[in-house]
T-cell receptor, first 114, second 111 residues
Framework: SAVISQKPSRDICQRGTSLTIQCQVD?????MFWYRQQPGQSLTLIAT?????????ESGFVIDKFPISRPNLTFSTLTVSNMSPEDSSIYLC???????????FGQGTRLTVV | QKEVEQNSGPLSVPEGAIASLNCTYS??????FFWYRQYSGKSPELIMS????GDKEDGRFTAQLNKASQYVSLLIRDSQPSDSATYLC???????????FGTGTRLTVIP
């Protein structure tokens, strides 16, 4: 499986600010995803990061709030914009080497908005 | 998002027993199914994948898939306290390549 480095591992941010989370993989992967996991809840898919084009967002998530970049096959960023306390959550990067195969997760970013 | 249902638990079993975790899904065209284990404060870890009907065994873990019934399960034999975690069922949406998760089942293995 690929080695996934996600940073920061945690942060405490002021409301109204933005935070960019980075996901770096040690090898090229076809698929990269961003998930959110709120306390005590399961994982919710935010979007699929597409190389060289706009991300594909799931219902309830929009580009203005969660802009995503994917400049190449090993790197992606997720920005949480104009944060509010409701954005406090764990954000997880996930990758799949090829389509329709298992996905692996980074260690996650624990975000607290105050 | 697709519906993936799991018994939320908590499920408690004594050490050495068999733990049985169940999952149903709503998308009839899904072809790939996964079980992840998540320890508290950690990210999910893949433990089993299954793609065709029947059983798949890996050590103490057995995944069972029945596509006609839209049902996938995970059996953990000889349960150990270190198996205490939340187990997440995940279903891959064919074509879109999106992975959707159930709510997870919290398992506690009692020494």
């Amino acid at each position: 499986s690929a080695v996934i480095s996600q940073k920061p591992s945690r942060d405490i941010c002021q409301r109204g600010t933005s935070l960019t989370i980075q996901c770096q993989v040690d090898s090229q992967v076809t698929m990269m995803f961003w998930y959110r996991q709120q306390p005590g809840q399961s994982l919710t898919l935010i979007a699929t990061a597409n190389q060289g084009s706009e991300a594909t967002y799931e219902s309830g998530f929009v580009i203005d709030k969660f802009p995503i970049s994917r400049p190449n096959l090993t790197f992606s960023t997720l920005t949480v914009s104009n944060m509010s306390p409701e954005d406090s959550s764990i954000y997880l990067c996930s990758v799949a080497v090829t389509k329709n195969t298992e996905a692996f997760f980074g260690q996650g970013t624990r975000l607290t908005v105050v | 998002q697709k519906e993936v249902e799991q018994n939320s638990g908590p499920l408690s079993v004594p050490e050495g027993a068999i733990a049985s975790l169940n999952c149903t899904y709503s998308d009839r065209v899904s072809q790939s199914f996964f079980w992840y284990r998540q320890y508290s404060g950690k990210s999910p870890e893949l433990i089993m994948s299954i793609y065709s009907n029947g059983d798949k065994e890996d050590g103490r873990f057995t995944a069972q898939l029945n596509k006609a019934s839209q049902y996938v399960s995970l059996l953990i034999r000889d349960s150990q306290p270190s198996d205490s975690a939340t187990y997440l069922c995940a279903v891959l949406e064919t074509g879109a390549n999106n992975l959707f998760f159930g709510t997870g089942t919290r398992l506690t293995v009692i020494p």
